[in-house]
Every structure is written in C-alpha cells, then in structure tokens.
C-alpha cells in the first residue's frame, strides 16, 4: 500500500491517491494539532487505485494532520493550507 497526498501545501483542495492489491477499507481523518476531529469520511472497502479530492477551502490558513487509517494501520501526514 502506498498514497499520495498533493498538492501539499494546498489552496484547500487536495487530492489522496491510494495504491493497494488487497481489498481493504480506508478511513480519511483531518485534525488540527490540538487533536480535534474536523472532518471525517468512511470509504469502505476498495481494491486497486483509488483517489478522492477533498474540498477543505473552507478551512483557516494553517497546517493540519491528515490521517489515513487502512485495515488497522494508521498513517499521518502534515497538510498545510495556505491562502
């Protein structure tokens, strides 16, 4: 399994491409560094390529933890939003 998250830094949309063999399910999380949950999405279970944009123009200027857990595993990113 492998993603991309781009572009980073962003106007507000970004774009997560994911690359996996075995079907799994995905889990899209933003916070910001105090730990609030401010959007959440529940993708379900995909096979192969997948990719979602993410509309989070209506956020503040700042930087942000993207988070992206998989069958149990859990990864984090850095994104920063600037405007």
């Known amino acids: ?11 507000g949309i970004v774009t997560i491409a994911e690359f996996s ?8 999380r933003v916070l910001d560094f105090s730990g609030k949950e401010l959007y959440l999405e529940n993708i379900g279970n995909i096979t192969g390529t997948f990719s979602k944009q993410l509309d989070l123009s ?7 933890l993207l988070e992206l857990i998989h069958n149990g595993q859990r990864e984090v990113k850095k994104l920063v939003i600037q405007k």
């Not at 781009?6 to 106007?11: A, D, F, H």
């Not at 209506?58 to 942000?64: H, L």
């Open 58 to 64: 209506n956020f503040s200027q700042g930087t942000y």
């Open 1 to 11: 399994m492998s993603n991309f998250v781009y572009p980073n830094p962003t106007n």
């Open 21 to 28: 063999s075995p079907k799994q399910s995905i889990i899209i």
